[in-house]
């Protein structure tokens, strides 16, 4: 379990104001000062989005699922692949605004060899006996048209972990939180055009051979592969625990 130094229920303090959205909102008391930490670029959001649009957002959350037949025909091009990850890299939050997480977009043959490397670090590890079903695996992937590999920036991590000593503990773990969140809306985009996505886990065996292959710093850390391609089959059966047993509202 991830401890912290101090419960954060210490460190906020809510704020009284005139809307009642405001003043459940918790406001950060810590007696560090944030001016040091100036963003490169802020944008002011200009858009406004209307009310009534959650449904068409949440049949993107409920329609995203785990896609394992794939092949290399993609409804869209790897143009609009690439856009699609730009704009979820630019826009997913992160803690501070703190902007750790990283991308490394392999497509076609440069997809294919990261797959290849994959398999030939796991003949080494893998029990023979074993090892067809695991190549049969990781030729489904390989089947795919590319793969998001995502990272999370130490260097970032650890220059708010000096700055912000207060929370040093924290941002670890807020840096996955917003990597989650970066996978999460590109498999979510991913899928919303058509696509089929699943998402795997070779790191750490494989990021010796990513930073070598693709000159990826050492500092960043590998955490997830998102693998994508045209639908060659449907997803499986989902079950779900019933919302009684996850939720719970009070003063509703
Ligand atoms: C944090 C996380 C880690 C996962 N890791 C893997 C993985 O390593 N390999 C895999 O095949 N699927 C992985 N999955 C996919 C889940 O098994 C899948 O999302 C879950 O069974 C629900 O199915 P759905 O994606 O179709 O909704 C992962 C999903 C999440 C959210």
Do not use: C
Not at 134 to 155: C, H, N, P, Y
Request: aromatic residues 10%; hydrophobic residues 40%; charged residues 20%.
């Amino acid at each position: 379990m991830q401890r912290f130094a101090r419960p954060l229920r210490t460190l906020l303090k809510t704020t009284t104001t005139s809307t009642k959205a405001a003043s459940t909102r918790p406001t950060i008391t810590t007696p560090i000062s944030t001016k040091s930490f100036t963003p490169v670029r802020t944008m002011a959001s200009t858009t406004t989005t209307p009310a009534g649009n959650a449904d068409a957002f949440l049949s993107f959350v409920k329609n995203r699922r785990t896609f394992y037949a794939l092949n290399k025909d993609l409804p869209i091009s790897t143009d609009r692949v690439q856009d699609i990850v730009k704009e979820a890299l630019q826009h997913v939050p992160s803690s501070f605004n703190s902007q750790s997480n990283r991308v490394l977009v392999l497509l076609g043959a440069e997809h294919d060899k990261f797959w290849d490397i994959t398999l030939e670090i796991l003949k080494g590890i893998v029990p023979e006996d074993q090892f067809a079903a695991t190549a049969a695996r990781i030729g489904g992937f390989k089947a795919g048209a590319g793969s998001v590999l995502f990272f999370e920036d130490w260097t970032v991590v650890e220059g708010m972990q000096a700055k912000f000593a207060i929370y040093a503990d924290r941002f670890g773990p807020w840096a996955g939180h917003s990597d989650a969140m970066l996978q999460f809306a590109v498999w979510t985009a991913l899928e919303a055009e058509g696509l089929g996505a699943n998402l795997q886990h070779y790191n750490p065996l494989v990021d010796e051979k990513v930073q070598q292959e693709w000159n990826i710093p050492a500092t960043w850390k590998l955490s997830a592969q998102l693998v994508f391609g045209g639908k060659a089959g449907e997803a499986g059966e989902k079950t779900f625990e019933p919302l009684e047993t996850k939720y719970k509202v009070f003063g509703a």
